[in-house]
């Protein structure tokens, strides 16, 4: 790792790139106070682009039918040194960087829950926002009565939908509501699901900072990282990594890591049948544990749709 005096010297400008919604700025934002902090010398240009995702709001994610929907376009930049990193929702990103690329660091993670958004006055829940495979598939078991219905749009527009009564709930990151300021709304009701009720998306909370190998920049970042956050996310994307599962997949998983133990949970649906694993191991076996679950999940018929209930 560099020195904080040799890495400002080799460059103070940074360029990052980030989407252009409220939510991604906030954390943009959020990491330029931390890389500032410590090396006060930088200065950092933001430079926004709107990525296929955010181009085509017609569609649902699932029907893109690729990963790296909200990505691809910033690894493009990154990788060919128009911009100098990039910040993304950890969850967006793909199991597979591109040529060259490493996720350099992490934000401490924030609240990896997902939320039941509700209007007070609703009354039975009926029509759910979610176009999450893996929502969805946690819902059917929750609120059996409900229906899920697909949503697109930032969350400022997804709780305008619920306000209007488009929908009865959203279901949203418990993170972003939190860090756009969103979860003391006086005319809505939030419900947080435990880790039990509903397994969040691997990386969900964790602002991720996608930078090049081998780079003075990066090395910035690494000095900034938040070493559980990071270690956290490294062992839900190997899980996930292993099963060759996405974000747009019915799978969740999140590992708890402790002073000297981790704790992941794995879940995913297919062919509406569910696979689900809650183990513990020592920190210094974690990835161990992380590729036996994995294992196990693919002996059971996991990826031939024939999980065990």
């Known amino acids: 790792m560099c020195e904080e005096r040799e890495c400002v010297y080799l460059k103070k400008q940074i360029k990052i790139g980030t989407r252009g919604s409220s939510l991604a700025l906030a954390q943009t934002n959020e990491v330029v106070a931390a890389l500032q902090a410590r090396f006060p010398d930088v200065e950092a240009e933001i430079v926004i682009l709107q990525t296929r995702g955010d181009k085509i709001l017609d569609r649902l ?17 990154v990788g060919n040194g128009k911009i100098d990193l990039a910040v993304h929702s950890a969850k967006d990103m793909p199991m597979e960087l591109g040529t060259g690329l490493m996720v350099a660091g992490v934000m401490p993670r924030a609240d990896a829950r997902d939320v039941l958004v509700t209007r007070k006055e609703s009354g039975c829940l009926l029509a759910v926002g979610t176009g999450s495979p ?45 860090r756009l300021g969103l979860l003391g709304e006086e005319d809505l009701e939030y419900r947080f699901f435990s880790f ?20 003075e920049i990066s090395n910035m970042v690494r000095a900034i990282s938040d070493s559980r ?8 994307r190997k899980v996930l990594g292993l099963l060759d599962a996405g974000c747009q997949e019915a799978v969740g998983a999140v ?19 569910i696979f689900k694993m809650d183990e513990t191991a020592g920190l210094p076996e974690a990835g161990e544990l992380a590729a036996k679950m994995a294992e196990s999940a693919l002996a059971s018929g996991f990826s031939q749709g024939k999980a065990s209930k």
């Open 229 to 236: 956050s990071y270690y956290e996310l490294e062992i839900e």
């Open 61 to 77: 994610l699932t029907d893109f039918g690729d990963k790296g929907v909200f990505t691809a376009e910033f690894e493009d930049m």
């Open 255 to 273: 590992a708890q890591c402790g002073e000297d133990s981790v704790r992941i949970r794995l879940i995913r649906e297919v062919n509406g049948r």
């Open 134 to 178: 893996r929502r969805q598939s946690q819902l059917r078991r929750l609120f059996p009565q409900a229906v899920c219905r697909g949503i697109r749009g930032n969350v400022a527009t997804r709780l305008s939908k619920l306000r209007n009564g488009e929908y009865d709930g959203l279901v949203l990151a418990a993170a972003g509501l939190e």
């Open 196 to 215: 039990d009720e509903m397994v969040p998306a691997g990386g969900q909370g964790i602002i991720a900072v996608e930078g090049r190998r081998e780079d």
